[in-house]
């Protein structure tokens, strides 16, 4: 009995250890007696003691692996450092395990030989403005190379360019002639409009200011017209009158002394005056026929 309790003891001691639960997004490289047997996916599985070993345990997820700044040279002979970022997963378990040695490090000196390539053909200016070309053929030229490592490479990235202290000053300085050149272009539009429009409002305040001036004027013209005409009409009703009150030469005679009165009043200093009330008499009569000949 003692016996059969240690047998199945050493049986569970050596069985435990060889079930394995592989989690999600994870895979696992069996060997068998030193050579790839098969690939473990997620969930429940028994290896066989002392003859199955597990030689590799591979996350599936998409890594991202951010390298350090590299020296390159571009077209035009300027030195700078860039630095990318990588995003990739693992495809093919047995390929990543078996196909090189440490290949984070295999894909890190990839990315930097491919990035001195494509810079090299670029001079500086395109270089800052090409950021999207060259992670586009960056990827390309990676996921071709990784293919035999069981790695897809996803997305490149060129996450800094830094070039020289000196090429950085002239830069900024070319940026900031640049700011300074629009800034005063901006300026000048503002006071070519601001002048634009101070003009445009004298010129519709003068339009403005000689219609009411001419209005003004043709009001006064009407008004002094207007004033003539009331007066000869007046004149007109009060000759009419005379005329319909069959005016006498006596009535004549005391509206021609009215008259005379008047003139006294006046700012003459001179007053001609007729040595007889016949005259005076012959003036009324006069001024009678002045009337019948107008109304006729």
């Keep these: 009995m003692p016996v059969v309790i240690t047998l199945l003891a050493i049986a569970l001691v050596i069985i435990i250890p060889n079930i394995k639960i592989v989690p999600q997004a994870k895979a696992y490289v069996i060997e068998r007696l030193g050579s790839y047997h098969e690939t473990w996916q997620n969930g429940l599985h028994i290896k066989l003691p002392f003859v199955d070993r597990v ?75 090409s950021r999207d070309t060259i992670n586009t053929q960056m990827r390309s030229i990676l996921d071709e190379a990784t293919d035999p490592w069981g790695i897809k490479v996803n997305r490149v990235e060129v996450k800094n360019i830094l070039p020289p202290r000196d090429i950085q000053e002239a830069m900024e300085k070319q940026m900031r002639a640049e700011r300074e050149r629009r ?53 007109a009703q009060g000759l009419k009158l005379l005329k319909d009150a069959k005016v006498d030469s006596a009535v004549l005679q005391l509206k021609s002394y ?27 009569t006069t001024l009678s026929e002045v009337i019948d000949k107008k109304n006729k």
């Design 55 to 129: 030689s590799n345990k591979v996350t599936l997820k998409e890594m991202v692996k951010d390298f350090a700044p590299q020296p390159v040279i571009t077209k035009d002979n300027v030195t700078m450092q860039i630095d990318t970022v990588v995003y990739f997963q693992i495809t093919d378990p047995k390929l990543y395990t078996y196909g090189v040695e440490y290949p984070i490090s295999a894909i890190e000196n990839l990315t930097a030989t491919t990035l001195r390539n494509i810079i090299g053909d670029l001079e500086l200016d395109q270089t800052l403005t």
């Design 183 to 235: 800034e005063k272009i901006l300026q000048a539009e503002g006071e070519k409009k601001s002048s634009i429009l101070i003009a445009e409002g004298e010129k519709e305040s003068a339009i403005l200011r000689a219609e009411a001036q001419k209005e003004s004027q043709i009001k006064i013209a009407e008004g002094e017209a207007e004033a003539m005409l009331k007066i000869k009409e007046a004149e």
């Design 258 to 284: 009215d008259t005379m009165s008047k003139m006294a009043d006046g700012q003459a200093t001179k007053i001609i005056v007729p040595t007889d009330l016949k005259g005076i008499a012959t003036l009324g």
